[in-house]
């Protein structure tokens, strides 16, 4: 090799070292702008946030940021907890962002944005301080959250099929082919409190929920459901949400996920 071929060779060598100092300086500064909103209380599987370009694995007592994009893989879930106390558990299959996070009295709000899976959530501290300060937009409504413990899941084509999903048997849950349900938003409320369901634009439509209530939000309207929550919300063939997480979670004393303390089981 010519010293004009090693001194281009170097010279390559030394700028993509560079490049890759620059980007980890940026990646690392987008992190630190944006300020901490969670902290994981248990991750299984494949758990990832991203945020600038920048992709981190997550695993127990990690820290979750304002624009992070959580993702968890078949068969992962996560369970979070934010700063004012809210507990949420990601389901498997689901990618979630968190799109505005206000701790300041009297601006209170948490934002985020639901592509895909779903969830089960207690809200905590900024719900009780000001009611209605949770929302959760989807494509195909937005829910608004006073002060409870409530499930949501998207159902697209087959999403939700193939896992032991089961219809609990009410007028239009189910599109045929095996009880698979139908494509939607299925959301419901599991303790007092109120779900408001809208969807995007003027003569949208919005349907309020309390304790016992569900509804599905369809690519046409919003439907209550006469039967109450499926059981899919919250099981499929080898997840099953029963709860938020104890305080046996808080207090670092992990369990194995198959035991029911955890609110979750994934299982072959």
């Known amino acids: 090799m010519s010293k004009a071929e090693r001194s281009r060779g ?14 980890g300086v940026q ?45 968890t893989g078949r068969r992962s879930f996560v369970i979070l907890r934010f700063n004012d106390g809210t507990k949420m558990t990601l389901r498997p299959k689901t990618v979630f962002r968190v799109d505005e996070y206000r701790e300041k009295p009297g601006s209170e709000s948490m ?21 209605g300060s949770l929302r959760i937009r989807t494509a195909l ?18 999403d939700c099929a193939g896992n032991g999903a089961v219809v609990g048997g009410g007028a239009g849950e ?6 698979s349900p139908r494509p939607g938003l299925w959301a419901t409320v599991f303790d007092e409190g109120q779900m408001t369901l809208s969807r995007p634009g003027s003569g949208g439509g919005e349907l309020k929920l ?22 899919f919300l919250l099981q499929d063939g080898y997840f099953q949400l ?7 979670i808080e207090r670092g004393q992990f369990r194995e996920p198959e035991k029911p303390s955890l609110g979750c089981k994934v299982g072959g």
């Open 10 to 23: 170097c010279s390559v060598w030394i700028t993509a070292a560079c490049a890759l100092v620059s980007m």
């Open 27 to 71: 990646s690392r500064a987008t992190a630190e702008a944006a300020p901490v909103v969670a902290t994981t209380l248990f991750a299984r599987g494949a758990v990832t946030a991203s945020a600038g370009g920048n992709v981190r694995l997550l695993g127990n007592r990690m820290l979750v940021h304002r624009n992070d994009v959580l993702s």
């Open 111 to 131: 934002l985020f944005r639901l592509f895909r899976g779903g969830l089960r959530a207690v809200t905590g501290l900024l719900s009780k301080r000001r009611p």
């Open 141 to 158: 409504a937005t829910i608004g959250i006073r002060g409870t413990d409530f499930a949501a899941r998207l159902c697209g084509e087959g």
């Open 174 to 179: 189910s599109g045929g082919g095996g009880g």
């Open 210 to 231: 309390t304790r016992g209530q569900a509804a599905l939000a369809g690519a046409g309207a919003l439907n209550r459901l006469p039967a109450g929550p499926p059981r």
């Open 242 to 248: 029963n709860t938020v997480p104890d305080t046996d």
